[in-house]
């Protein structure tokens, strides 16, 4: 908060009524300051539910970082609207891309699960971006309740829920589609907490052929050459069994190339190659290291359209430069300056044994 003097004194307020604590630094004239407020949304035994709103009270800004400090053994498990780590007992929440300006009384949110193995007590003291939003109080035990209850595997506290085949919902930048189109195709619903956390619920028979690719993502419309970033990160929970994989689809060129980028894969499924032998689809390039994995990757046509598959060994979460991905296929001539288009990350479903539940816990697209 710069062009403002920190060193003034802080008259302080603080209240705690059923697990919501709410600090305020009310600065002298021309002071920096903040306002925060903590609720525990929900708990249940060894875990909780909690939100979390800042309003910035001094200069405008571009970015923000705040930092509190847990004192009974609370661990932060997944969050949403944030990129959230925690070392220790001190947690440090930073904003995502499409949250980090803020106004002068402007005001930011963002939610979050944890696990507490001893008295779930209210953080008393705040930083943002290293001013202080101080206040004194005696901790209090947020009321105990049961999990929070689900339909058909839908959290309760979800602010999207849709049947619709060809549903669709837009939240803070990113656009999440149901998107049932194969045929043969069973039941499934989408939820989604924001555009970065949601899942769906799924019934499909385990026949074959794509049944479904629910997704989220962003349309960019810049070529490749104009492109200096395009980061992602992504943490989900799949199913034990079932016939899908989890995958970036990315288009280009007016549904020209298709980029696919597989992060992991479980079942009856895999990649359109231009080769097949007994083991199943051939790679063009094995081992390839580029964004900080290491794929095999194979090319081949889906109808009009050409089809780049990048697929490395499972996992649940990570970080892929895409961008130099992207550049890749240029540099070995499989594309030229391709305009990008959409940019999905989501679950493609062949078939699920049984009703099936896929999260994307977090997610974030950055590109610049």
């Known amino acids: 908060m710069r062009g403002r003097s920190l060193g003034v004194a802080l008259s ?15 600065p ?15 708990s249940w035994p ?14 405008p800004l571009s970015s923000w970082t705040l930092v509190w ?7 932060v498990t997944q969050a ?49 971006n290293g001013t202080a939003c101080t206040g004194t109080i005696t901790p209090t035990t947020p009321p105990a309740t049961t999990p929070p209850p689900s339909t058909g595997g839908v959290p309760s506290d979800a602010a999207w829920v849709d049947s619709g085949q060809w549903a669709s919902w837009t939240n803070n930048g990113y656009t999440l589609y149901n998107n049932i189109w194969g045929s043969g195709a069973g039941s499934q619903t989408i939820w989604a907490r924001s555009g ?27 070529t490749l050459s104009s492109l200096k970033s395009v980061s992602s990160s992504f943490n989900v929970s799949v ?3 079932g016939d899908y994989s989890t995958t970036y689809d990315i288009w280009a060129n007016n549904h020209a190339y298709e980029v696919m980028i597989w992060t992991n894969q479980h079942g009856a499924v895999g990649p359109i190659a231009e080769q097949y032998d007994a083991n199943g689809a051939v790679p063009n390039v094995r081992n390839l290291s580029v964004g900080g994995h290491t794929w095999n990757v194979y090319r081949g046509s889906n109808g009009a359209n050409a089809v780049f598959s990048f697929i490395r060994t499972n996992t649940s979460s990570g970080t ?31 078939g699920t044994a049984g009703q099936s539940n896929f999260t994307t816990n977090s997610f974030s697209l950055s590109y610049s």
């Open 12 to 26: 302080a307020a603080l209240a705690v009524t059923g697990g919501v604590a709410v600090l305020t630094a009310a």
């Open 28 to 42: 002298a004239s021309a002071a920096a300051g903040c306002r925060v407020g903590y609720a525990v949304s929900s």
């Open 46 to 59: 060894g875990g909780f539910g909690a939100n979390v709103t800042i309003t910035n009270l001094g200069d």
């Open 69 to 75: 400090t847990y004192g009974n053994g609370q661990t």
């Open 80 to 128: 949403w609207n944030t990129s959230l780590t925690q070392s220790g007992s001190t947690v440090t929440a930073r904003n995502v891309s499409w949250n980090g300006a803020l106004a002068t009384n402007g005001t930011a949110s963002f939610g979050f699960n944890g696990s507490a193995s001893g008295t779930n007590s209210v953080p008393t003291a705040f930083t943002l």
């Open 196 to 222: 970065t956390n949601w899942g769906v619920v799924a019934n499909h028979p385990r026949t074959s052929g794509v049944k479904s690719y629910p997704n989220t993502g962003k349309t960019l419309n810049r």
């Open 239 to 241: 199913p034990a069994d």
């Open 320 to 350: 892929i430069d895409l961008l130099a991905v992207l550049n890749w296929l240029r540099t070995n001539a499989w594309w030229g300056d391709v305009t990008v288009g959409e940019l999905q990350f989501g679950f493609e479903i062949s």
